[in-house]
T-cell receptor, first 115, second 111 residues
Framework: GQQLNQSPQSMFIQEGEDVSMNCTSS?????WLWYKQEPGEGPVLLIA?????ELTSNGRLTAQFGITRKDSFLNISASIPSDVGIYFC???????????????FGTGTRLKVLA | DTAVSQTPKYLVTQMGNDKSIKCEQN?????MYWYKQDSKKFLKIMFS???????INETVPNRFSPKSPDKAHLNLHINSLELGDSAVYFC??????????FGPGTRLTVL
């Protein structure tokens, strides 16, 4: 089945550094979503991308929908300790019957920020 | 106000038991989902309902039976629980093919 390769798997960075992570696939996606998950909580939506080439920001976060529709990246600028968590990408594809769709999730990037 | 809520938050039970997890969303969305997150944090879709109708069933064992009494609720019943069912189960909702919003999760532990 379709897979989403997310990298890096984990990152240890110093507070104030910028962070970049990405997701790639051999499949074409219609929508890309980026989530953050903290321990004991559900994934929280950070950014939604609906068009190829779209670049969207949310505070210190910036994400782009790759022009080939097969990839997306998320950047975090000037990281702070509360950025710690697992970041997931999710790509939407058609699923089986006409008009249905599903999201495939990446394997996650575990981010740790050292103060 | 809670957007997507699940109960219970934690569920510890013996192998062979039957249990249910409930989910409610107050976002007015028409589509709801159940996901399973394993110990490696991998998220995989199990079911999707649109306006109370099942639209996705990702080859989940028959022991898992979702039920949607109305479009704001999607419950998950699990029969004859097995050790491998231990995981965190997330409910989510969306308005059609747009961004999904997740609940806080139910951590199921089967002993």
């Amino acid at each position: 089945g379709q897979q989403l390769n997310q990298s890096p798997q984990s990152m240890f960075i110093q507070e104030g550094e910028d962070v970049s992570m990405n997701c790639t696939s051999s499949s074409i996606f219609n929508t890309w979503l980026w989530y953050k998950q903290e321990p004991g909580e559900g994934p929280v939506l950070l950014i939604a991308l609906y068009k190829a080439g779209e670049l969207t920001s949310n505070g210190r976060l910036t994400a782009q929908f790759g022009i080939t529709r097969k990839d997306s990246f998320l950047n975090i600028s000037a990281s702070i300790p509360s950025d710690v968590g697992i970041y997931f990408c999710a790509g939407q594809i058609a699923s089986g019957a006409s008009g249905t769709y599903k999201y495939i999730f990446g394997t996650g990037t575990r981010l740790k920020v050292l103060a | 106000d809670t957007a997507v809520s699940q109960t219970p938050k934690y569920l510890v039970t013996q192998m062979g038991n039957d249990k249910s997890i409930k989910c409610e969303q107050n976002l007015g969305h028409d589509t709801m989902y159940w996901y399973k997150q394993d110990s490696k944090k991998f998220l995989k879709i199990m079911f999707s309902y649109n306006n109370k109708e099942l639209i996705i069933n990702e080859t989940v064992p028959n022991r898992f039976s979702p039920k949607s009494p109305d479009k704001a609720h999607l419950n998950l019943h699990i029969n004859s629980l097995e050790l491998g069912d231990s995981a965190v189960y997330f409910c989510a909702s969306s308005q059609g093919p747009t961004a999904q919003y997740f609940g806080p999760g139910t951590r199921l532990t089967v002993l």
